[in-house]
């Protein structure tokens, strides 16, 4: 398997690349953001793990550049920054999960087994419908009525979430659990906002809804109230 390691500290990078060789893995580095950029864009690998703070672009910078390439390989933010704005951050821009430093290696090596693992489930996923809202896993491309949307790669989690389980209720912790790999405080309205924002892209312009809202429970994908 093929890593891309982008960390400017040596000291890290050196510990990071020689535990993963010794796991079997094939590991590049990269110091700041131009050289990832330039590995990214001409080679092919299997997992990114990628630093915020680097020389150059932010971490966060270079996730979306590739992501707007539609570059799917899975990204795994690794950072000091601990925050759940953070974290946040990290996900909205396309990364697929989030380690915060310190971390012990043990840990960075489950998360790379599980993204491997979830990359390759979802990309023998059929393409899903429901009405005329289509989803198609392989090339990620939503359409409605035949109409492209384009979604971000939370509201696309999100998507993909509530239409592989038509019916099925959803409460706001289970989506953080499931798209963002954890939990928010009760105070925090950032499911709800992502929520609105795909409810704008899919259901706003079209009929009939298909995302409900069942007070107190969460949310719902199906045709009929």
Not at 49 to 65: A, F, M, N, T
Not at 78 to 98: P, R
Not at 180 to 205: A, E, M, P
Request: net charge neutral; charged share 30%.
């Amino acid at each position: 398997m093929k890593i891309l390691l982008v960390e400017d500290d040596p000291k890290i990078s050196s510990f990071v690349k020689l535990g993963l060789e010794d796991n079997d893995f094939n590991v590049t580095v990269a110091y700041d953001s131009a050289m990832a950029e330039k590995i990214i864009f001409s080679k092919k690998f299997d997992i990114i793990i990628l630093d915020v703070i680097i020389p150059g672009s932010s971490g966060l910078e270079v996730c979306q550049k590739i992501r707007n390439a539609n570059i799917t390989t899975p990204v795994l933010i690794v950072t000091s920054l601990d925050a759940v704005e953070d974290k946040i951050a990290g996900f909205d821009c396309g990364a697929d999960d989030y380690l915060v430093k310190p971390f012990n290696f043990k840990e960075l090596h489950a998360r790379i087994k599980a993204l491997t693992r979830r990359y390759k489930e979802s990309t023998v996923t059929p393409a899903m419908k429901i009405a005329d809202l289509e989803l198609d896993s392989m090339t990620k491309k939503v359409t409605r009525n035949d109409k492209e949307i384009k979604l971000t790669s939370r509201e696309y989690a999100i998507l993909e979430l509530l239409l592989s389980n038509k019916g099925k209720v959803f409460h706001r912790i289970e989506i953080a659990e499931k798209v963002w790999g954890f939990s928010f405080n009760s105070g925090t309205n950032v499911i709800d906002v992502h929520i609105n924002s795909l409810r704008n892209k899919i259901d706003k312009d079209f009929s009939p809804k298909l995302i409900h809202t069942l007070v107190g429970f969460g949310y719902v994908m199906k045709e009929k109230e």
